[in-house]
Each structure stands twice: as structure tokens, then as C-alpha cells.
């Protein structure tokens, strides 16, 4: 399985940007997926995750600016982000829990990231 990011850019504050990602390859079964970020010279910070039922969770920096959404049968998650502010510039990568029939078990899967770069 291998994830793929889309939807990063250059914005200014306040506006609002759309990143995609999407599970290829032999997808089983998808459990938790999520976002995570990397600023420069920062841990990688859990941003969003969203069960596969649909139930989100968010950092305490985005609550109420970003909302997660996932479409199972497009094996895909969505992160809508607005209000965006300088302190969102990082490296932004998905991240999801597939199911693999060799181990009989969930593992982690990441994509490569996908750079949001916010300007004052």
C-alpha cells in the first residue's frame, strides 16, 4: 500500500488550503488515518486522525480551524485547513493503518509529505 499526498502550497495568512491523500496498490483494510506535520528543526507533531467509523481527533493548535475527513470506499482522507497561520508552515504527511494478510495485523504506512508554507 502506498500513500499519496496532494494539495500543499504557498498561501498567505488566513486563507484555507485542501490536502488529499490516497491509498494505492492492494488495499485490504484501512483503520486509523491521519496527519502529521514537520516543521524545520521540529518532531513530527500529530495534527488530525480519523477512525475508520469516521470519529476525528485533533491537535489543540487546529481544533476549530481544520477538519479531517476520509472516504472508505476511495480509501482516501481529507484535510481541509483554514485560517491558516505561520506557525501551520510544515512538511504535511498522511499517515494510515492498513491491514496486512501476511502478518494478520494492521501496520503503518506514510506518504512522502506534501510542503504548506504560510506567509504573514
Known amino acids: 500500500v502506498y500513500l499519496e499526498e496532494s494539495g500543499g502550497g504557498l498561501v498567505q495568512a488566513g486563507e484555507s488550503l485542501r490536502l488529499s491523500c490516497v491509498a494505492s496498490?492492494?488495499?485490504?483494510?484501512?483503520?486509523?488515518m491521519g496527519w502529521y506535520r514537520q516543521a524545520p528543526g521540529k518532531q513530527r507533531e500529530l495534527v488530525a486522525i480519523i477512525t475508520n467509523a469516521g470519529r476525528p481527533s485533533y491537535a489543540n493548535s487546529v481544533k476549530g480551524r481544520f477538519t479531517i475527513s476520509r472516504d472508505n470506499p476511495r480509501s482516501s482522507a481529507y484535510l481541509q485547513m483554514d485560517r491558516l497561520r505561520p506557525e501551520d508552515t510544515a512538511d504535511y504527511y498522511c499517515y494510515a493503518e492498513s491491514f496486512d494478510p501476511q502478518y494478520a495485523n494492521y501496520r503503518e504506512v506514510w506518504g512522502q509529505g506534501t510542503l504548506v508554507t504560510v506567509s504573514s
Open positions: 496498490g492492494t488495499v485490504y483494510s484501512l483503520n486509523d
